[in-house]
């Protein structure tokens, strides 16, 4: 409840509380489904690759602009493949903690976790993995099984983190066996699953029919109680079984800004990028999100209505802020005679940098 009020906060002064970051181009996997990757995830011709991205002390600075300018109460680094640039995460990291912010790292974990990343406070990791180990191994080799299970060794604050394919809802028995390995492992403190979002149009192997997602979220609900580690609740699955038309009903989307690997590119409208199918949506944030909007408070009214009205009002305060800044820009230029400064990539994220 303490998120959602200083979350409140946050929108009603123009800003949005969560930031997501593709930290870097590079990955050294080539997974099937994979958006970031997919054609048209920066939504034209650019591709992620195509961008320029960072590393070393300029990454550390840029990204702390980035968040200095945004001011999230929530991080969530993505990739490409974060631990491509574990050394300057571990100089990030404690950073972001220091600020009071929340910090998610999403990784294949393809190399170890560092073990020092364990006692960062308001750290958490979460390791994408795909299903069971033949499907996993075969779909995120060289991240497999047994790897894996070396690089999160000495954690115990680990997310397995599994998105949910048609191949995998098809086989029987698929999830519970999942939920059950990963239940026994000693590192993972919790796990989360996810049904495969496709976009607009997509014909894939991956994508799930209305009946595969039906199937898949009653089976989540009747494994909860099962294996306490499972934490997809009845109000996410409810929420996760009527995903929004459009991004437009998406709190998740509405409240988080995404930008690419330059670090100033957009990737709309959530951080798949592209053209999201959202009344096929699986992802487990948004519908966490969702489901924190649906609760009513006192009095009946509903959080998400509020999240609304606060966003509208907040587009407003930022529009306000940033004619302010102009105004003052311009007559600071127009009484030194300078021309304008040149933009700060940094910290202007809006700035589209298709190049
Ligand atoms: S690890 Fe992530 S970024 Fe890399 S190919 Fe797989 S899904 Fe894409
Ligand atoms: S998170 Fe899901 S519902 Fe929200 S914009 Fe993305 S695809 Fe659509």
Redesign the pocket.
């Known amino acids: 409840m303490i998120w959602v009020v200083r979350a409140w906060h946050a929108i009603l002064m123009g800003r949005r509380p969560a930031l997501s970051v593709e930290l870097t181009r590079e990955?050294?996997?080539?997974?099937p489904?994979?958006?970031?990757?997919q054609a048209g995830h920066l939504g034209g011709a650019v591709g992620v690759r195509d961008l320029t991205d960072f590393t070393g002390d300029e990454l550390v600075e840029r990204v702390m602009a980035l968040v200095g300018a945004e001011r999230p109460l929530h991080v969530s680094i993505?990739?490409?493949?974060p631990l491509v640039r574990y050394r300057e995460l571990s100089r990030l990291l404690p950073r972001l903690s220091a600020r009071g912010i929340h910090t998610q790292v999403?990784?294949?974990a393809?190399r170890p976790i560092p073990i020092e990343w364990a006692s960062i406070r308001n750290l958490s990791i979460s390791v994408?993995i795909d299903g069971l180990q033949p499907q996993h191994d075969a779909r995120?080799a060289p991240?497999t099984y047994d790897r894996i299970l070396r690089h999160i060794d000495g954690h115990s604050g680990i997310t397995a983190h599994c998105t949910v394919t048609r191949q995998m809802a098809r086989r029987g028995g698929d999830i519970e066996a999942f939920v059950s390995v990963w239940s026994k492992v000693p590192a993972v403190r919790r796990i989360w699953m996810s049904l495969y979002t496709p976009q607009v149009g997509e014909l894939s192997d991956e994508r799930l029919e209305p009946d595969d997602r039906a199937r898949v979220i009653a089976e989540l609900g009747r494994l909860g109680p099962a294996f306490p580690k499972l934490r997809m609740g009845p109000e996410l699955l409810a929420a996760m079984a009527a995903p929004p038309d459009s991004p437009d009903g998406c709190i998740f989307a509405k409240t988080t800004f995404c930008v690419s690997a330059d670090l100033a590119t957009p990737v709309t409208p959530c951080q798949l990028g592209g053209r999201p199918d959202c009344a096929s949506c699986g992802c487990m944030a948004a519908a966490g999100i969702a489901a924190i909007g649906r609760h009513r408070l006192p009095g009946g009214l509903r959080i998400g209505r509020i999240f609304d009205w606060s966003l509208r009002v907040g587009a407003r305060t930022r529009r306000l802020r940033e004619f302010v800044q102009r105004r003052h820009h311009g007559r600071r230029t127009a009484d030194t005679g300078q021309p304008e400064e040149p933009v700060n990539r940094a910290t202007s994220p809006r700035t589209n940098a298709a190049r």
Not at 33 to 37: E, F, K, L, V
Not at 78 to 81: A, K, N, S
Request: glycine letters at 14%; hydrophobic letters at 25%.
């Open positions: 990955c050294p996997l080539s997974c489904g994979c958006y970031t990757y993505v990739g490409g493949e999403v990784t294949s393809v994408s995120r991240a």
